[in-house]
């Protein structure tokens, strides 16, 4: 089993190989699947914590403040801290509720979470799914989670749970547009929706620098648009803590809560990774044309780096418009969208194809 | 045609009103030795509260045991909860006239809100917020403090 930080392609093969020489089919595929399964929950649950803590610390530091300091050397284990107190607490379940929608609808914001990271691609040949409609699959399986929040905020049997549902029902079903024809201006310039021959494709340039203008905008509107997907600031009017307490998530306690908690950072963690996929290369190196040995030296830092350091900073892009803009009202929110960034995206998807059809890019 | 170019100008404007304020709260982040919050108990040697810190009320005296207060009371007046008695008394000067002084000014830290009436009423100046923050006492009855030492007097020249 050779471990090669450069190309997981043969590590996976490998494992496979051997599993089958000792197992039937179907406990290698149970075996693989249990696997891929406990990694998934593992990095989750491990970078979920570490965006709480990471959102904490750069709020704080955009306040002129510090963040949590005093657990563990500057604060790093305060919110293992705070999710051990979120899996003692109780888990109440106030009058009136529809139980069945009630209990379900945690589970289902996780299944959208976790079914859109299956596609993701980590490094060369870190990824569970290749679909050959990667980008459909991604924008299809994330908007299962507005159907979680539209039943938590139903099944609570509390109106600020519903206004908030009903406003994240409607922000999140405008900015799924913008999202996707975004996304659908990108895989013009790809030519194929598959994750993996997309990264594959940025190979000599990133396509924000390959599409060049055209990319640069849809970029700007992926960015926004999937802020608002994540019901984050300044587009998170769905829990609007001075108006909503919390919104659709109102009435959960303990991990409950903590569900739609992860969830929400997972979601961040999505948009993020989806847009370094698309427009900033995915796992690829950072490549000038004809720089060599510059091109040898980025070759040398492992892909995975490479996606965590990107994805990281995409992640400090979305948390420095939360904690700088002031929250948006509905109709705000609606405007943006409908005649702002929905006209602009048409027009862009529209000189990307002349951009495309004329060669005109790198 | 001019809609379209207010509409793109509005665009543009709104984009760049935006990057105003992540240019803002981007100073802050990139410069965290600004930082205002104060690890309190650790940098408990070292800490320098600021100037319009009120901490309490202090009356200072110089090196003789001195201090500037004349007894009139303003301090008293002025108070909204009663958080300063004035005890006053008599005494002869040197050209045998009966003046009023100082026996104790007695504060009350435990009803005091430290809104700086008494401070910017006195008018000789001589009581002052002081920057002692550390109050806690496990005796309420400790909180009630004589400002002016035993054994002190009025400086000279201190007009009424």
């Known amino acids: ?362 | 045609m001019n809609g379209l170019f207010e509409y793109i100008k509005t665009v543009f404007k709104g984009v760049g009103t935006l990057l105003t304020g992540m240019k803002i709260t981007g100073s802050y982040f990139f410069r965290p030795w600004k930082h205002v919050t104060q690890q309190y108990p650790e940098n408990r040697e070292t800490l320098k509260m600021f100037d319009r810190f009120r901490g309490e009320v202090i009356m200072p005296h110089n090196e003789n045991n001195e201090h500037l207060c004349t007894g009139c009371g303003i301090c008293e007046l002025n108070c909204p909860n009663g958080s300063i008695e004035i005890i006053s008394m008599s005494v002869l000067t040197e050209d045998g006239k009966k003046k009023r002084a100082i026996d104790k000014h007695i504060y009350h830290l435990g009803m005091c809100t430290f809104c700086n009436l008494c401070v910017k009423a006195c008018p000789t100046g001589a009581i002052i917020m002081g920057q002692e923050f550390e109050h806690a006492v496990w005796d309420r009855t400790k909180l009630t403090k004589v400002l002016n030492l035993p054994g002190s007097k009025i400086a000279q020249g201190v007009k009424e």
């Not at chain 1, 075996?31 to 399964?37: A, K, L, Q, Y």
């Not at chain 1, 024809?181 to 990108?186: D, G, I, K, R, Y």
């Not at chain 1, 990319?215 to 509107?221: D, G, K, M, Q, T």
């Not at chain 1, 109709?331 to 002349?354: A, F, R």
């Open chain 1, 1 to 362: 089993m050779g471990f090669n930080i450069y190309d997981f392609t043969g590590m996976t093969h490998n494992m496979h190989v051997s599993f089958m020489e000792h197992m039937s089919p179907l406990m290698t595929t149970i075996v693989e699947w249990t696997i891929i399964g406990v990694c998934y929950l593992l990095f989750i649950a491990l970078f979920g914590l570490f965006l709480v803590y990471a959102e904490r610390k750069v709020c704080a530091m955009f306040q002129q403040r510090m963040g949590p300091m005093r657990v563990g050397y500057w604060g790093l284990l305060q919110t293992i801290a705070d999710f051990i107190k979120l899996l003692m607490k109780e888990l109440i379940t106030p009058k009136g509720v529809d139980k069945f929608l009630y209990n379900l609808a945690p589970f289902i914001i996780m299944i959208a979470t976790f079914m859109a990271m299956a596609v993701l691609p980590f490094a060369k040949g870190l990824q569970t799914l290749d679909f050959d409609i990667g980008v459909f699959y991604v924008t299809a399986v994330s908007s299962i989670g507005v159907i979680g929040i539209l039943i938590a905020g139903w099944s609570s049997n509390n109106k600020y749970s519903l206004i908030g549902a009903m406003r994240s029902g409607a922000q999140i079903l405008s900015y799924e547009l913008s999202v996707s024809l975004s996304l659908v201006t990108m895989i013009i310039l790809a030519g194929s929706m598959q994750l993996s021959v997309i990264v594959e494709g940025q190979r000599d340039a990133w396509f924000i620098f390959k599409g060049h203008v055209p990319a640069l905008i849809a970029f700007v509107i992926f960015l926004i648009a999937g802020t608002a997907e994540t019901n984050r600031g300044p587009f998170d009017l769905a829990e609007a803590e001075s108006e909503l307490t919390a919104g659709f998530h109102t009435e959960y306690s303990g991990i409950k809560f903590a569900f739609f908690f992860l969830a929400e950072y997972i979601n961040m963690f999505i948009v993020a990774a989806m847009a370094v996929t698309v427009f900033l290369g995915g796992w690829m190196p950072l490549h000038f044309g004809s720089l060599e040995s510059f091109n040898h030296v980025m070759d040398f830092i492992p892909p995975l780096v490479w996606f965590f350091l990107k994805v990281g900073g995409v992640i400090f892009l979305i948390m420095w418009f939360k904690w700088t803009f002031p929250r948006l009202r509905v109709d705000q929110i609606l405007t943006l969208e409908w005649k702002y960034l929905l006209p602009i995206n048409l027009v862009n998807i529209l000189l990307m194809s002349l951009v495309v059809l004329t060669k005109f890019h790198l």
